[in-house]
């Protein structure tokens, strides 16, 4: 299997916020993950992604594409209901 593609997306990630990483180091923690633990890639890369924002402090930083969106915790005047998708007229 090969890991770069993975590594190179996490790696990017890292560097733009700042931070320099070796990307054959995140090619190795994938493996391990992937090989020894029998970890599935895409959770592996979120292992590591979030090992990494950890690391160097950086909120935020997600596996894989873009971020997810919530629904707004925020209730409209009159629905009673706290799980709004969509916002009120």
Do not use: C, Y
């Amino acid at each position: 299997m090969d890991f770069s593609e993975t590594a190179e997306r996490i790696s990017q990630k890292v560097m733009s916020h700042g931070h320099a990483v070796e990307k054959t180091a995140i090619e190795t923690k994938l493996r391990r993950l992937v090989e020894e633990f029998g970890v599935p890639l895409a959770e592996a890369e979120r292992t590591v992604t979030n090992e990494m924002a950890r690391e160097f402090s950086i909120s935020g930083l997600q596996a894989g594409g873009p971020a997810r969106q919530r629904p707004s915790m925020r209730s409209s005047p009159g629905n009673g209901s706290r799980w709004n998708a969509r916002s009120s007229p």
